[in-house]
T-cell receptor
Framework: NAGVTQTPKFQVLKTGQSMTLQCAQD?????MSWYRQDPGMGLRLIHY???????DQGEVPNGYNVSRSTTEDFPLRLLSAAPSQTSVYFC??????????????FGPGTRLTVT | SQKIEQNSEALNIQEGKTATLTCNYT??????LQWYRQDPGRGPVFLLL?????KEKRKERLKVTFDTTLKQSLFHITASQPADSATYLC????????????FGKGTSLLVTP
C-alpha cells in the first residue's frame, strides 16, 4: 500500500492564481481531511469528508473548496491564492468518520508559497 | 475559548532517561486523546490513543496517561534514544468519531547521546 499520497510536494503561486492540491489514499478509508500547518499555530482543520459525496467545513475553510467523488481521492482547491495561504498542507485519512475513533494516517505534505 | 497547551520550550534530555511531555487543555470535554510524532519535513505519525474512561495506555517504551479532572495528558518515553528526537503532537477528539481532531502546537524533543 502507498498509504496517503499528495502532489505536488512543492508549489509556488502568484496572488490570485488558483490550483488544486491532490490527495489520494489506497486503504479504502471512509474519512479524509485537509489540515494546514503554520509555524507556531499547530495543525488546523480546513475541510473533511466522512465518505464519498459528503464534505464539511473545519476550523479554517475560507478560500478553499473540496469535493469527494470517490473514496480514494479528496482534492483541495484554492480558488484565488493569497499570501495568507502560504503554509504546509497535509491530507489525512482514517478508517471511519463515525463510531469508535481511529488513528489518522497523514500524507507527506505539500509546501505552498504564495507570492 | 478552547485551548490545548503543550510544553512550548524544547525538551532536551540525555539518552537513557525518561522523557515526559505534557498536554493541558481548557474548555474541552474530549472523548479521547491521541499522540502523534512528527519529523522535520514529514507528516505526523500516529503513536497512541487513549479514551476518556482510560487512565493509562502503554505501547513498548511509550506510556500515556489521561486525567480528565486535571484536564491533562502526560506522554512518557522511557529509555529514550537519539532516534526519539522529533516533535510530539497531542490531539483531542470531541466525540466517538474519528474526525475533527484538534491539535496542540507540539513539543520538540531532543535526545542527546
Amino acid at each position: 500500500n502507498a498509504g496517503v499520497t499528495q502532489t505536488p510536494k512543492f508549489q509556488v503561486l502568484k496572488t490570485g492564481q488558483s490550483m488544486t492540491l491532490q490527495c489520494a489514499q489506497d486503504m479504502n478509508h471512509e474519512y479524509m481531511s485537509w489540515y494546514r500547518q503554520d509555524p507556531g499555530m499547530g495543525l488546523r482543520l480546513i475541510h473533511y469528508s466522512v465518505g464519498a459525496g459528503i464534505t464539511d467545513q473545519g476550523e479554517v475553510p475560507n478560500g478553499y473548496n473540496v469535493s469527494r467523488s470517490t473514496t480514494e481521492d479528496f482534492p483541495l482547491r484554492l480558488l484565488s491564492a493569497a499570501p495568507s495561504q502560504t503554509s504546509v498542507y497535509f491530507c489525512a485519512s482514517s478508517a471511519s468518520g463515525r463510531g469508535p475513533p481511529y488513528e489518522q494516517y497523514f500524507g507527506p505534505g505539500t509546501r505552498l508559497t504564495v507570492t | 475559548s478552547q485551548k490545548i497547551e503543550q510544553n512550548s520550550e524544547a525538551l532536551n534530555i540525555q539518552e537513557g532517561k525518561t522523557a515526559t511531555l505534557t498536554c493541558n487543555y481548557t474548555n474541552y470535554s474530549p472523548a479521547y486523546l491521541q499522540w502523534y510524532r512528527q519529523d522535520p519535513g514529514r507528516g505526523p505519525v500516529f503513536l497512541l490513543l487513549i479514551r476518556e474512561n482510560e487512565k493509562e495506555k502503554r505501547k513498548e517504551r511509550l506510556k500515556v496517561t489521561f486525567d480528565t479532572t486535571l484536564k491533562q495528558s502526560l506522554f512518557h518515553i522511557t529509555a529514550s534514544q537519539p532516534a526519539d528526537s522529533a516533535t510530539y503532537l497531542c490531539a483531542l477528539g470531541y466525540s466517538n468519531s474519528g474526525y475533527a481532531l484538534n491539535f496542540g502546537k507540539g513539543t520538540s524533543l531532543l535526545v542527546t547521546p
